[in-house]
């Protein structure tokens, strides 16, 4: 094939690749609505159970969440596993053709398709959702489909509909192969940080309801099917303290040996650097906040959240606000 | 960090008030030394850093633009001087962000140092006796078995096998693996240490300058060559600058000539030959983006390019007052560039002309700009002044910029500002019988930026120390497993049990393993129902 059709299939694949994300999402939005409807048919029944043996309940000890009801409807909870999973089908579907597109842009541009905004913008969402589907089955992480489709989705779309720039050579100072390490280690932790940073939202969410229900409150119906507080600041956790040794490796040593061949000072302060150290900063805080009393839990997670702030701001915030030697095709 | 000292306190007795003492100097200074090792107030400094640098990527940075911070004060005439006095133009300099950094490395050394000993110490000690009550802890299996016979023995071998540290006790052996995590931390924050050493090496003793050099023309390494210089603080003059030179042969440069990055370079390459030191043989050396030239310690990068219109003015009297070629600066992407020709010898009065050069020409209705960078309709769009010639003064001036102060525009007979449009070849007259300029050609120029940045061999080492060290901290998982065997109302129970630090990781699993593991060798006799 030539590079005019692999540009041509890339076109075809991304779009493509957004509705299919999109749809993941509808199904896994199905999944939340129903995991509340399922509660709440059950809630009736459920209430007699409480008050019979309301004290109890309540002064359960720590960490005694309510799980799931046990007295849940089994066809709804039918139709809510199937959500689920087809959302994950789903998700596996659209990553193929988003795979598809990215490599066929690459073909096309007969480069590492990562040169310019657009393209770092398709390769960067990419790498969420390999983040995503590595850690699906490991960390049980389907609770995170919504958040995650929806990411991925919007990043796609706004790619195709306002980043958009045809396949095309490098400017001179992209021409090496530090271009395809210092970016990878970039977008791979990148991807790891969004993981990180969604299931510390959910965390946060989860948290604040398991503190209500020790308080004698009721938690919200959707809530009961995600996994325990603990456990999800233990899963974001694994999963940025995956990502901050590559992030250290990607923009404080490839990043600095790049900028050292090309522009002769391996720092110089430019806006992506400064972010990119910022960014580090923040998430060295976050594993020295894991370890400091009065800071573990809902501390450390609204730092996780802060970090992936920064690194969208570094990602996007800077290209487009701030002029500096990263500013690359225009944008 | 807090971990390791609320377990020294804890150790040590009741922990102290978090008050400032009533204990004079001494106590206070312990106060504050204390405090400022602390884990929170790491966090807090940690905060302040990032916090800190945000400014430096959004004002304008001495270091990195000197004519955008001269714009920025110009244009905010009260907020300017303000910026001015926080530092805010030359932020990583500053003395507020150094104080940052340098508590925060203080903070770290502080709170290193006391755990590197805490290990040693840990090193030394061996694995913990069993605790009392073993089915408390998180993982947890027990079998039965009728004589105890050499099940220790093969609970021994079982834990090495899994690198355990393995100790015995009366009844019992204590297992402990996962001492490489602590290691792995200290190893990321001394190393960060030595990065930091590394580069403030680099930034006390190294140098940074740029010169531009016309195709053809030569450079020489001395301080005085140099267009800008920035040297280090502890820098000491031309002693310190290897004594190469070098001469630009040529210069190549393709650009994208279609589609929608039309105009975006491609290529350059420079040809330079050099010589490492005066007596040195004379060598070639093709310099692109991303390939300096390394010369003993110091490096040539090619940082951009240009043209150089070659011009000869006459004057008054018929005399050549200006021969040669004048760099222009490029003011956009189709390198439409400026610059200046001054003839300050011509008489009976000076001469000095300004305006552009356009590689590829295009008369617009904005007058005549460039449409695209590479040299496809090269023309030079200029006006002239003239002025009483000036006793020298000594002063630098720029090459770039025409001090017209002195100096009044030609004017045609009708009044109009003189300016005259000419292609390579051309000549034109200047009113009044001035004299005459001449576009003879054009020549491009490179930009070259000479470095030396000791110093960074140690930063990389440090830095790459620090992820290895990072990456044991991080996966490293320290755990104690117990393996104790008790007579219970006359029969043998065999427990074994283990317990992590930190997050749990497949904890059950491993249990389970060394407790299938020790059954069958020593149960083979009599298995329990």
Redesign the interface.
Known sequence: MSPETYAQVSNLLIPTATVIYALAMVSHAMEWALGRAAVAKTAAVKEEVLVASDGATVSGGAGAVPDAPAVEEPASSERLDAASRIGLLLTWLGFVLHLGGVVTRGLAAERVPWGNMYEFSITASLAVAIVYLIFVQRYKLQYLGLGVTFVVAAVLGLAALALY??A??L???L??YWLVIHVSAAAISGGAFTVGGLVSVLYLVKARAERRVLAGGTMAASLRRLPSAEAMD?TA??VL?FA??LW??GV??AG???A????????????KE??S??TW??Y??Y???R?????RGRGAATIAIVGWF?FIFNFVG?NLL?S?LHSY?GV | ???IK?RIAAASGPEEPSGPPALGLVGWLRWTWRQLTS??T??VL??L??LG??P???VP?T??DPIKVSDFLTAHPKLGPLYDKLGLFD??KSAWFSAIYLLLFISLIGCVVPRLSVYVKGLRARPPKPPRNLNRLPGYQRFELSEAGDVLEVATRELRRRRFRVQSYDGAVGAERGYLREAGNLLFHFSLILALVG?AWGSLFGY?GSVLVVVGNGFSNSVAQYDDFTPGRAFSGDDDLPPFSLTVKDFEVKF?ED???KG?????KAQLDYQETPDAPEKSYQL?????LKLDGS?V?L?GHGYAPRVTVKDGQGNVAFSGPAPFLPQDSNFSSFGVVKAPDARPETLGFEGFFLPTSYIGPNGPVSVFPDDLNPELVMTGYYGRPQPETGKPESVYQLDKSKLTQFEQANGDKWRFQLAPGQSAQLPDKAGSITFDGYSRWVKL?I?H?PG?GL??AG??L??LG??GS??VHPRRTWVRVREEDGRTVVEVAGLDRG?ERGLGDEIQAITTALKPASSSTQEQP
Not at chain 1, 291 to 295: I, S
Not at chain 2, 264 to 268: C, K, V
Not at chain 2, 288 to 292: F, I, K, L, S
């Open positions: 720039t045809p095309g050579p400017v001179p100072a021409h090496s233990g956790y694994k303290a901050f040794p250290t490796f404080l040593v600095p040996i790049w050292e061949h090309a522009w002769g000072r391996y720092w110089g302060w430019d806006p400064v972010w150290l910022v900063v923040v060295a805080a594993l020295h906040a370890a400091t009393a009065g800071w920064v800077v701030v500096g095709a | 960090m807090t971990e609320d884990m929170k790491a966090l940690l905060f850093l990032a640098a945000v430096g990527s959004l940075q270091s990195i932020v990583y580069v940074r994208q589609g929608p990055q975006a370079a491609r290529e350059f692109e983006v991303n390939h300096p490096s990068y940082l930026q470095s940045t960074t930063a990389l830095i790459s620090a992820i990072l990456m991080l996966f997050p």
